[in-house]
T-cell receptor, first 112, second 118 residues
Framework: RKEVEQDPGPFNVPEGATVAFNCTYS??????FFWYRQDCRKEPKLLMS???SGNEDGRFTAQLNRASQYISLLIRDSKLSDSATYLC?????????????FGKGTLLTVNP | EPEVTQTPSHQVTQMGQEVILRCVPI?????FYWYRQILGQKVEFLVS????????KSEIFDDQFSVERPDGSNFTLKIRSTKLEDSAMYFC????????????????FGPGTRLTVT
């Protein structure tokens, strides 16, 4: 099983649509969870951290289910500017070095 | 807003040559990282660095790779003898890491150096 596995995509949605991304991780001792976005040939940019209680930032909602080792990201009322690759990222257990493990990403294209 | 910077943005080198990729982390950050991304593949961890020493490295980070913080601001990645398969985007990241400070866990990435080995 891959360490971090995401929907392969790509997703093509119209403006205003709601889109959900799913992610699973294999290491049950993982400590922290994040969603990053990456535009073509650019660096990953932190979108939001993911907490067990679930968290929301405007149109974005992230959920974490530790028992199922499952993370999700929901984007409501999608905009053209949301077009990017969405990366599910997990921080491993142990130590203080905070190594991040990335999923391969899911490409989202929002169409006018 | 403080940001991580990297130079050069693009480096072309011949196989067997040495390259040094440079990064300036965010000024009050304590933890530094290098990642790489081969075109079309996922971002992969290379090495983490804290208190002037390597704290963890991946199996990719073999004897051909080294890191250094030569002064109070720069953080460098050296590849001694480049191979074709070293062609990738190399990202530097930094993290504040101060206990008790909100946001100390998040890593912030620089814009990357695209390394092309011919």
């Amino acid at each position: 099983r891959k360490e971090v596995e995401q929907d392969p995509g790509p997703f093509n949605v119209p403006e205003g649509a709601t889109v959900a991304f799913n992610c699973t991780y294999s290491n049950s001792a993982s400590q922290s969870f994040f969603w990053y976005r990456q535009d073509c040939r650019k660096e990953p940019k932190l979108l939001m951290s993911v907490y067990s209680s679930g968290n929301e930032d405007g149109r974005f909602t992230a959920q974490l289910n530790r028992a199922s080792q499952y993370i999700s990201l929901l984007i409501r009322d999608s905009k053209l500017s949301d077009s990017a690759t969405y990366l599910c990222v997990v921080r491993g257990s142990g130590g203080s070095n905070y190594k991040l493990t990335f999923g391969k990403g899911t490409l989202l294209t929002v169409n006018p | 807003e403080p940001e991580v910077t990297q130079t050069p943005s693009h480096q072309v080198t011949q196989m067997g040559q040495e390259v040094i990729l440079r990064c300036v982390p965010i000024s009050n950050h304590l933890y530094f990282y290098w990642y790489r991304q081969i075109l079309g593949q996922k971002v992969e961890f290379l090495v983490s660095f804290y208190n002037n020493e390597i704290s963890e490295k991946s199996e990719i980070f073999d004897d051909q790779f080294s890191v250094e913080r030569p002064d109070g601001s720069n953080f460098t990645l050296k590849i001694r003898s480049t191979k074709l398969e070293d062609s990738a985007m190399y990202f530097c990241a930094s993290r504040a890491g101060r206990h008790g400070l909100a946001g100390g866990g998040e890593q912030y990435f620089g814009p990357g150096t695209r390394l092309t080995v011919t």
